[in-house]
C-alpha cells in the first residue's frame, strides 16, 4: 500500500486528480470506479479544471459508482445518481450511456452490476472514499469479505453522519444498494482518499490495524495496487 500524506484537503484532490488523468490519458477507454460523498468533490473539480483546459477528454471512460440509496429516484436531490451529475457529469464530455449508478429503485437481483462491470472488462481504477467507522462503498463493519453488489443496511453512524446533507435525519434512507466487498477487490488499481480528523481513526485502522470485519476497509491491505491519499487530519492517529 502506498500512502501519500499531503496538507489539506485541495492537496489530496488535486494529486488524486493527476493519478485519474495519467491514467484515463494511458487507456482513453478506462473503466472508473467513482465514489460520492464529500472526499472526492476536489478531486471532481479538478477533472472539470483539467478537461476545461483541453487535458483529459472522457468521450470514451466507462464509469460505476459504487453505491445509492435503496427509495430514491435518480432525480432526488440527495441521490447519488443525481450527486454525479451535478458534480461531474455535466461539466464533461462524458456519454451519459457510459456512467453507472446501482439502481435504487428497482433493487432485484443487485449482483447483476457486477456481471455488467465485469463485461465491461473490469474497473481498472476505483475511486474510494472512507467512512468513519471504517465502510467502503456502504460496506458497513461486519460485512462479507466475499461480498458483491447487494441491498445493504446502514448503520446508525453512518445515516448520522450523512443526515448532515439531508433536511433531517428521518430522511435518510436505511438501506442502499452497494457494491460488495469482493466487487471493489476486483479493481485492477485502487486509489483511496481521506480527509479530516473524523477519518483518523479509520485511517490508523487501514494502515496499521489488523484484517477485520469491524474494519472493512482492512481488506484493502491485501490488495495489491492501493494508493491512500490523505490530509494531515486523516493521518493524525498514526
Ligand atoms: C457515504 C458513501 C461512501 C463515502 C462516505 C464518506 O457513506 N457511501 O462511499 O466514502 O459516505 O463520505 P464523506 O466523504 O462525505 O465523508
Not at 483546459?53 to 459504487?66: H, W
Not at 474497473?123 to 461486519?142: C, K, R, S, T
Not at 445493504?152 to 433531517?168: G, M, W, Y
Not at 436505511?174 to 471493489?184: D, F, H, N, V
Request: neutral net charge.
Amino acid at each position: 500500500m502506498k500512502i501519500i500524506r499531503l496538507k489539506n484537503e485541495e492537496q489530496v484532490g488535486l494529486e488524486a486528480s493527476k493519478i485519474v488523468i495519467n491514467e484515463i490519458n494511458k487507456k482513453n477507454n478506462i473503466v472508473l470506479g467513482l465514489a460520492t460523498g464529500s472526499t472526492p468533490i476536489p478531486l471532481y473539480n479538478n477533472l472539470i479544471k483539467f478537461y476545461n483546459e483541453g487535458k483529459v477528454n472522457f468521450a470514451s471512460v466507462k464509469t460505476f459508482n459504487l453505491d445509492e440509496y435503496k427509495g430514491l429516484k435518480p432525480t432526488h436531490i440527495q441521490s447519488y445518481r443525481y450527486f454525479m451529475n451535478e458534480k461531474l457529469f455535466k461539466h464533461i464530455n462524458i456519454d451519459l450511456n457510459n456512467t453507472h449508478v446501482p439502481n435504487g429503485i428497482d433493487v432485484e437481483n443487485p449482483s447483476k452490476y457486477d456481471l455488467l462491470i465485469n463485461e465491461n472488462g473490469g474497473i481498472d481504477l476505483q475511486i474510494l472514499g472512507l467512512g468513519v467507522n471504517g465502510h467502503i462503498g456502504f460496506n458497513e463493519p461486519n460485512t462479507d469479505f466475499n461480498s458483491l453488489t447487494s441491498e445493504v443496511n446502514l448503520t446508525e453512524s453512518t445515516i448520522k453522519a450523512n443526515s448532515r446533507l439531508f433536511a433531517s435525519i428521518d430522511e435518510v434512507p436505511k438501506k442502499a444498494i452497494s457494491m460488495g466487498l469482493k466487487s471493489i477487490m476486483n479493481a485492477k488499481k485502487i486509489v483511496l482518499l481521506a480527509t479530516g480528523k473524523n477519518k483518523a481513526k479509520a485511517i490508523q485502522q487501514l494502515i496499521e490495524g489488523k484484517l477485520s470485519v469491524d474494519w472493512p476497509c482492512t481488506i484493502l491491505q491485501e490488495h495489491s495496487n492501493v494508493i491512500v491519499i490523505i490530509d494531515e487530519q486523516a493521518a493524525s492517529e498514526l
